[in-house]
């Protein structure tokens, strides 16, 4: 596995109060912990739900998922929401495999997340 993996904030037209974040690369046990503390970095103290796009994520083995489960437990800690955006085929079976499609609200598109995201109440 490659030892990099890019957390981008994506500009834009995104609402307010919902952070919108893109993965790229491999996730994987060489850059897990770097990747934790990119995203706590780029989630800040702000209480904001957040979108993360997967689209260029092209592994992601347990590790990861700790991760990505960290994040959720630090934006759900806030009294804010996750959705995950468009997971490669094989990352949303293992999301659907293990439970956690609902948990992190997968959805096919990035729009879609953050819709799933404004149309409901907050925690």
């Known amino acids: 596995m490659t030892t990099v993996v890019r957390v981008t904030v994506v500009p834009?037209?995104?609402p307010e109060g919902i952070l919108l974040?893109?993965?790229g690369?491999?996730?994987?046990?060489?850059?897990?912990?770097?990747?934790?503390?990119d995203l706590h970095e780029?989630?800040?103290?702000?209480p904001?739900?957040?979108?993360?796009?997967?689209?260029?994520?092209?592994?992601c083995d347990s590790s990861g998922l700790q991760v990505l489960l960290?994040?959720?437990?630090?934006?759900?800690?806030?009294g804010r929401r996750i959705a995950?955006?468009?997971p490669h085929q094989r990352l949303k079976r293992i999301f659907h495999l293990t439970g956690l499609a609902e948990a992190f609200g997968v959805q096919p598109t990035v729009t879609q997340a953050v819709e799933i995201?404004?149309?409901q109440t907050p925690l």
């Open 117 to 119: 995201l404004t149309s």
């Open 42 to 46: 780029a989630v800040g103290p702000e």
């Open 70 to 78: 960290g994040v959720r437990e630090l934006v759900q800690a806030r």
């Open 48 to 59: 904001r739900d957040l979108v993360v796009d997967l689209t260029e994520l092209s592994f």
């Open 84 to 86: 995950l955006a468009n």
């Open 12 to 14: 834009g037209d995104a």
């Open 25 to 37: 690369g491999e996730l994987d046990y060489t850059n897990a912990e770097r990747l934790r503390h």
């Open 21 to 23: 974040l893109a993965l």
